[in-house]
């Protein structure tokens, strides 16, 4: 019995699969010359009837990016810092990302600026605003990458999503309290 305690309480902690009452959805991202960025996102299945869920609603996040096939990087909520770029807006009940428009003048910005060289030495970020949708890969904005900024960016519901460690954040860790 004890056992079975811990482990509903680290597993949450450990990453994995999203927790029992999280809803997942997965998502492929296609832009220019042959970028591509795929990941997933989950949330507490009670926010699937608001209309937005927010950077700060996620459990878990995770996206990768390649060029022709060939990794060029991805970025991890678990990689979050103070001085991150953060802000993703999901639409659950149309199931996509919210897209350059009069309601969002940059609704995704993933460790990724408006000018795109904020990604860091050897990052990877993503960002929908005015001009594109395009990523930034070690510090760099990627024009090639770019496609219309209103270009639609569905996601798929799968909760059996399988994400890596650093995609979730659990709750934070209480030391054991020694006694005398």
Not at 53 to 82: I, N, P
């Amino acid at each position: 019995m004890r056992s079975g305690i811990w482990a509903m309480i680290l597993l949450p902690l450990l990453g994995g699969a999203a927790g029992a009452e999280d809803v997942a959805f997965r998502f492929t991202w296609e832009g220019g010359n042959g970028y591509e960025m795929t990941g997933a996102l989950s949330f507490d299945s009670a926010l699937l009837e608001r209309g937005e869920v927010r950077e700060g609603d996620l459990t878990c996040f995770v996206a990768e990016g390649t060029q022709g096939g060939a990794s060029v990087g991805r970025w991890a909520l678990g990689m979050r810092t103070e001085d991150t770029t953060w802000h993703m807006t999901f639409l659950p009940q149309q199931s996509e990302f919210a897209v350059f428009g009069p309601r969002y003048p940059m609704p995704q910005a993933w460790n990724m600026d408006g000018f795109g060289t904020d990604c860091g030495a050897g990052g990877f970020g993503f960002n929908i605003g005015n001009a594109a949708q395009d990523l930034c890969i070690d510090g760099a904005l990627v024009v090639p990458s770019q496609v219309p900024p209103d270009q639609p960016f569905p996601a798929v519901r799968d909760d059996d999503v399988a994400f890596p460690p650093d995609a979730c954040i659990g709750p934070m860790l209480m030391s054991r309290l020694e006694g005398p």
